[in-house]
């Protein structure tokens, strides 16, 4: 029996087994909990393919079961946690509302960006449309964002069905949205060709140091707006040339 075929299958079903474990203590209100699980599901989620990589055992069956771990680490739990902040809004919803269950358009989004992907060739070295694990850590980090910040700005944003609303259908969209966004892989050890990579991930960590919960969500877009601007210069220079 060959071994090593099995491995990034086995660390692609330790990243559902993450998601699973993040949707239980998200069910229990521990939110904290539940982002470090989808870290780790993310963690491995990039070690499968590695791994597949450095073992020649890339095939259809993992990237179908990469697709279906991502969906409940990606896209159930994101869906549960914006469904639960839609739940105890301080205007407008009440307990009977229909409106909470619309946070899990997140799931819808995330599902049919997955079903995407694996039929997209375009999205080898790159993306088009936000990732689904980034999405779901700019989704988990805003209950943690409002437990610890002392912003009563926040607080307002944060706990307004509108705002709530507004997000759950901005991450449907760009999810799916026909936006190249850069990929963070080095591929080269050298600056000139990973400039981009590397100047985000040092602002990332300088905003993390600084903001710490609340740097994600502004890193998530961070990354959405450098895409595009990298994208508009990539434009000028073909236009130039």
Known sequence: MNIKKH???????????????????????????????????????????FFARLFNVSGPLGLQLDSLADMVTSGVVPGYIMFYLLSNCQHEVS??????????????????????????????????????????????????????????VMLEILTNQWVLLGITLFSAFILNAEIPLFSLKIKKFNFKDNALQIVFLSLSFVLLVLFQFLAI?????????????????KLDEKKNS
Do not use: H
């Open 7 to 49: 491995v990034p299958n086995t660390i692609t079903l330790l990243n559902l087994f993450c998601g699973c474990i993040a949707l239980v203590f998200a069910t229990r209100l521990d939110f904290e909990m539940a982002f470090y699980l989808v870290c780790l599901g993310i963690f491995f989620d990039f070690f499968d393919g």
């Open 95 to 152: 307990s009977n509302s229909w409106i909470p269950f619309l946070g899990f358009i997140i799931t819808l989004g995330s599902c049919y960006r997955l079903a995407v992907f694996n039929l997209d060739t375009r999205q080898t070295s790159s993306f088009i449309g936000l990732p689904t694990p980034a999405n779901a850590l700019f989704i988990l980090s805003l209950p943690l964002v409002l437990k610890f910040s002392d912003s009563l």
């Open 217 to 233: 969500p502004l890193i998530i877009i961070g990354y959405v707006l450098l895409s595009i601007v990298n994208n508009t210069l």
